[in-house]
């Protein structure tokens, strides 16, 4: 059948603008940026505790959010907090995506003992639940921001390396990538400048939701207490901290534990999109 | 009031106005042949025949099958009554138009239920589709085959047993024969005369190639940029063209201006029969013995080849036969298992690492997929003169050498339309001076006058730049044109070979003269005598 006619067809598609949905999302995730570059200046000393104040309701004189039980004040620490969401999950992502790109094409385009290796690999991380296997490594290396980074960066690279790996194998039967070998190209030049910029609307999509797992997985290791030294300020922290004064100060915990989710969302649907949009707009047919 | 009218009043995509308006009749037991090349409309035409327009494409206009009107535009509901019970489709590719998850059974039987508006018992299925297969001429333990099991040309004939199981009134054959080699091509195309004959079934017929019809369908409708420019019976169209359109399109096409050679007695094809074995030259590639086999399944059997500098050595084959496998041997693409293969005198170790790009380069079939999607055509061409140690301002003659547009440069693949790109692939095979082209099924997804052009360029390339060229092809009229030696290959092995003219024109094996008579018989319509 004629392939002009699915052309126009998706021509038609993708003049389309863009839906309401991704819009709000855009500016949710603008407005939580803004957030990480500005907070500081906005509140300079949002985890300073003032104990005289503590426990003081929402709608307080001073205080929108209220404060917690040591009178940190709710809207300082939620908006110092989202440095530590957004900063973390993102390295995440791009770290795991680096390595997915490296050890997947490496894997799909090699094949033989190589792709073995990293297959066998990642089977073997896929296998650790992640979760439990941040818990042990923090409880026995001490913990930390960027030692859970990293960890999260390695549990996190199985997905990505499988998806470029597949990708990879999928492009390499087709005939540009035998006419690319026939100009006795160089293997690096053919995996990276040939068959790379062909999957990469999967890796990036497939980054956009580890974005989103990555800010669910930095929260709950903070409310388990294994992420993010006490005192800091953190979405998940402050779950845990304000737990006990659940019933003082709802908003200490709803407003974090809301924006979780929203936030997680809002990445998810908008890498969703993207992907949508690449894989209409590109050559992965 | 019997038979199918059909009148169109425009179709309209999300770019205007696609197909001016047309009508026309089938009787019944009557058929129509819609001719054009891609993006005349044609396709577009019988999809709103079945109200599945892509989104955004609108049709306006009316269908009468029997008496019974059902408009164009219409619910989705009321053109479930129309498909399959009024109208079925038949398409092009039998690779991907059956569900490969399905048994061959019950894709014939999905219609049957419908039809009868009541469930029927396992047994009474089972006998229709024995009875829809039979049709067909496939045995009934076809119905428990998966498609992937079958050959391209059963698959096509259990899609037309489920094109056919509810009884439609008009059967629509979008490109039936299209994917499938020579020998199926008839016989598919004579199996959907029958079948029309016997049921008093009207069929609409698309094609892009005129020569395929003749013989076959009653009338010809020949269409241009959304607009008929000709139409009357076949016989009459295509022995006495008015529209120059048309005229091109015959002339174009191989076989058809083939017999036009015979009979006037005109200049044949490019190919310079008299230089055949091209005396005295010393072989550029000569391959022995040489033996593939993937698996427990032997796909080339001791092939023995040899090209001359300078020549085009055609090789020709029925799908399966091999010829594909020999040409990626040769290029080092595929490892052959045993056998040599020399170069210039020089053996080559099996695979791509003992060969340069300045021995050898290859065209592919498909120019949709040969070329890389995300790389703007200059930047194809530019990687492919980095390789030669040319400098990357030749893009410029390159593209000019291959007939295309300077600013074709700046365009991506999707920007090009298929003979474009089948061209662009041709320049990159030729930025490193290779001394040899493969082509392999290069012309064969092209329409027929693309196709003629392409080969015209590679005739001219010949000429020009004394390269060899060795084209890999299923359809003999093609290789007849521009080939000056012809190597028939069967199941993995060579049946015949020598210069054009002697294979094709007088060939010695049975096998050959079965394939020369299967492609005759394509062109006339005719069965042949003898």
């Known amino acids: 059948m004629t392939a002009s006619l699915g052309a126009v067809g998706v021509g038609f598609r993708s003049g389309r603008r863009m839906p309401a949905s991704i819009v709000v999302c855009l500016v949710l995730l603008a407005v939580v940026l803004l957030a990480v570059l500005f907070g500081p200046l906005l509140f300079p000393d949002a985890t300073k505790q003032d104990i005289l104040s503590s426990l003081m309701p929402a709608g307080s004189p001073g205080h929108p959010l209220g404060t917690d039980e040591l009178g940190r004040d709710i809207l300082a620490l939620t908006v110092a907090g989202a440095a530590s969401a957004l900063v973390g999950p993102v390295c995440v992502a791009v770290g795991s995506m680096l390595l997915g790109i490296l050890l997947g094409t490496l894997a799909g385009y090699e094949r033989g003992p190589l792709d073995f290796a990293i297959s066998r690999w990642t089977d073997l991380l896929l296998a650790l639940p992640v979760l439990l296997a941040a818990i042990v490594v923090s409880g026995v290396f001490g913990g930390g921001y960027w030692t859970t980074v990293a960890l999260l960066v390695l549990l996190f690279s199985p997905s990505d390396i499988r998806i470029v790996r597949a990708g990879v194998l999928e492009q390499s039967a087709r005939p540009y990538i035998e006419a690319a070998q026939m100009l006795s190209l160089s293997r690096w030049r053919v995996m990276f400048r040939h068959i790379l910029p062909n999957v990469s609307s999967l890796v990036i999509t497939n980054a956009m939701l580890n974005v989103a797992f990555a800010l669910v997985a930095f929260s709950s290791l903070s409310f388990l207490g294994v992420g993010v030294p006490p005192g800091t300020a953190d979405w998940g922290r402050q779950l845990t901290d304000s737990r006990a004064i659940m019933f003082d100060n709802p908003a200490a915990v709803i407003v974090p534990a809301l924006l979780i989710i929203v936030v997680a969302c809002a990445v998810n649907l908008v890498g969703d999109w993207l992907g949508q949009r690449m894989t209409r707009s590109g050559g992965l047919a | ?530």
């Open chain 2, 1 to 530: 009031m019997t038979g199918i009218e059909v009148a169109i009043d425009g179709i309209a995509g999300p770019a205007g106005p696609m197909v001016e308006a047309l009508a026309f009749a089938i009787e019944p037991g009557a058929s129509l042949a819609l001719i054009g090349e891609s993006g005349s409309g044609k396709t577009l035409t019988a999809k709103s025949l079945v109200g599945l327009l892509p989104p955004g494409f609108g049709a306006r206009g009316v269908l009468r099958v029997d008496g019974r009107e059902h408009p164009l535009v219409s619910t989705d509901a009321s053109w479930r009554r129309v498909r399959g019970r009024e109208v079925s489709l038949l398409l092009q590719d039998p690779f991907t138009s059956l569900s490969p998850v399905h048994r061959c059974g019950p894709q014939i039987a999905w219609t049957l239920e419908a039809k009868a508006g009541r469930r029927l018992s396992k047994r009474e299925l089972d006998e229709a589709v024995a009875t829809r297969l039979a049709e067909v001429n496939l045995p009934a333990r076809v119905a428990r085959a998966y498609p992937h099991e079958l050959s391209g040309g059963m698959r096509q004939r259990v899609a037309i047993a489920a094109a056919i199981a509810s009884d439609p009134r008009l059967l629509i054959a979008d490109e039936p024969t299209t994917a499938l080699d020579a020998s199926n091509q008839a016989e598919i195309l004579d199996l959907l005369r029958e079948l029309q004959h016997e049921r008093g079934m009207a069929m609409l017929l698309i094609s892009h190639d005129l020569g395929l019809v003749r013989g076959r369908t009653d009338e010809v409708l020949v269409m241009r940029h959304g607009e008929v420019v000709e139409r009357g019976s076949t016989a009459t169209v295509l022995s006495a063209p008015e529209h120059a359109y048309t005229r091109a399109l015959i002339a174009a096409d191989p076989a058809l201006a083939l017999e036009a050679d015979h009979t006037g007695d005109t200049a044949r094809g490019l190919g310079h029969d008299d230089g055949a074995d091209a005396g005295g030259r010393a072989p550029l590639v000569a391959a022995s013995g040489v033996v593939k086999r993937f698996g427990l399944r032997t796909v080339l059997d001791g092939v023995d080849l040899s090209i001359a500098p300078g020549q085009i050595a055609g090789v020709v084959g029925e799908s399966g036969s091999g010829k594909s496998t020999l040409a990626r041997c040769i290029a080092g693409l595929e490892r052959e298992d045993d056998g040599t293969i020399a170069f210039d005198g020089r053996p080559l170790a099996p695979g791509r690492r003992s060969r340069t790009p300045e021995q050898m380069q290859i065209v592919f079939q498909d120019p949709y997929s040969s070329l890389n999607p995300m790389m703007s055509i200059g930047a194809i061409l530019r990687e492919a003169l980095a390789v030669g140690g040319r400098r990357p301002d030749e893009v410029r003659a390159l593209l000019e050498l291959v007939g295309l547009p300077v600013d074709a440069a700046v365009k991506r693949p999707a920007q090009l339309s298929g003979g474009q790109r089948q061209r662009v692939a041709i320049a990159r095979a030729l930025a490193p001076r290779p001394r040899l082209l493969i082509c392999d099924e290069s012309v064969s997804a092209l329409d027929v006058q693309v196709q003629a052009q392409i080969l015209d360029l590679l005739g001219r390339l010949r000429d020009e730049l004394d390269i060899a060229i060795l084209f890999i092809s299923h359809d003999l009229a093609v290789v007849r044109r521009i080939a000056d030696t012809v190597t028939v290959v069967w199941q993995g092995r060579v049946v015949e070979h020598g210069t054009c003219a002697q294979v094709l024109d007088d060939p010695a094996e049975d096998y050959t003269r079965l394939l020369v008579a299967a492609a005759h018989r394509d062109s006339t319509g005719r069965t042949p005598v003898g």
